[in-house]
C-alpha cells in the first residue's frame, strides 16, 4: 500500500515571498503520478501541479514547481510570491498508474496562510 | 465544458436513515471516483466506476454502496447512517489516467 506523509500541519509566509510544502511518500511501484492539489474555504479541490514519476524534469505551473526526488521519495511543492489566494490547504497526493485505476491516496494536508 | 456537478450540496440527516449523493461528470468523462473528507480520517478513497462497472474500490463497510449510469452520472449510497459518517463527500470525474477534476462536494451532517 501507499502512503502519503505531510508532516508540516500549518505554515505561515508573507506576501510576495516563498514557500516550499514538504511531502514524502512510501510506495513499491516504479511508475506512478504524484499530485499536489490545492483547497480554498469553498473547499473546491483544485488541482495545482502533477508530475509523472518517469519524467525527470520537474514540473513548473507558473509560480508553482516541484521538486521530485524519486530516490528519496519526497516531493516538495514551491511556491513563488505568493498571493493572498494562495491562502489554502494543499494536499499531496499518489497515483499508482496501472490499467484501470484512478485511485488518489492524499496525505493530511497543511493549512497555508498568506500574510498581507 | 460544464466541471463536474454534486448534489445537493448539503444534507442533513438522522442516524439510522439512509441517504443517495449524485455526481455529474465532466462531459466525456467516463471515470467517477468518490473520496469521504472529514477532519480526523482526512481524505479516504471510497470507490470508481467506469463505463458502469466498478472497478475500484476503498476500505469501507459495506453501508457505503454506489452505482453508474450510462450516461456516466454516479450516486452513492449511505445506509443506516452514523454519526461518523459526518463529512464533505467529494466526486471525481476524469478522462484519462492521471487526471481527475473535483465537484464542489456535498456536505453531509448526520445528527
Known amino acids: 500500500a501507499q502512503t502519503v506523509t505531510q508532516s508540516q500541519p500549518e505554515m505561515s509566509v508573507q506576501e510576495a515571498e516563498t514557500v516550499t510544502l514538504s511531502c514524502t511518500y512510501d510506495t513499491s511501484e516504479s511508475n506512478y503520478y504524484l499530485f499536489w492539489y490545492k483547497q480554498p474555504p469553498s473547499r473546491q479541490m483544485i488541482l495545482v501541479i502533477r508530475?509523472?514519476?518517469?519524467?525527470?524534469q520537474n514540473a513548473t505551473e507558473n509560480r508553482f514547481s516541484v521538486n521530485f526526488q524519486k530516490a528519496a521519495k519526497s516531493f516538495s511543492l514551491k511556491i513563488s510570491d505568493s498571493q493572498l489566494g494562495d491562502t489554502a490547504m494543499y494536499f499531496c497526493?499518489?497515483?499508482?498508474?496501472?490499467?484501470?485505476?484512478?485511485?488518489?491516496?492524499f496525505g493530511k494536508g497543511i493549512t497555508l496562510s498568506v500574510r498581507p | 465544458k460544464a466541471g463536474v456537478t454534486q448534489t445537493p450540496r448539503y444534507l442533513i440527516k438522522t442516524r439510522g436513515q439512509q441517504v443517495t449523493l449524485s455526481c455529474s461528470p465532466i462531459s466525456g468523462h467516463r471515470s467517477v471516483s468518490w473520496y469521504q473528507q472529514t477532519p480526523g480520517q482526512g481524505l479516504q478513497f471510497l470507490f470508481e466506476?467506469?463505463?458502469?462497472?466498478?472497478?475500484n474500490k476503498g476500505n469501507f463497510p459495506g453501508r457505503f454502496s454506489g452505482r453508474q449510469f450510462s450516461n456516466s452520472r454516479s450516486e452513492m449510497n449511505v445506509s443506516t447512517l452514523e454519526l461518523g459518517d459526518s463529512a464533505l463527500y467529494l466526486c471525481?470525474?476524469?478522462?484519462?489516467?492521471?487526471?481527475?477534476?473535483f465537484g464542489p462536494g456535498t456536505r453531509l451532517t448526520v445528527t
Open positions: 497526493a499518489f497515483m499508482k498508474i496501472t490499467g484501470a485505476n484512478s485511485k488518489l491516496t
Open positions: 508530475q509523472e514519476a518517469y519524467k525527470q
Open positions: 471525481a470525474s476524469s478522462l484519462v489516467i492521471g487526471e481527475q477534476y
Open positions: 466506476y467506469f463505463s458502469e462497472t466498478q472497478r
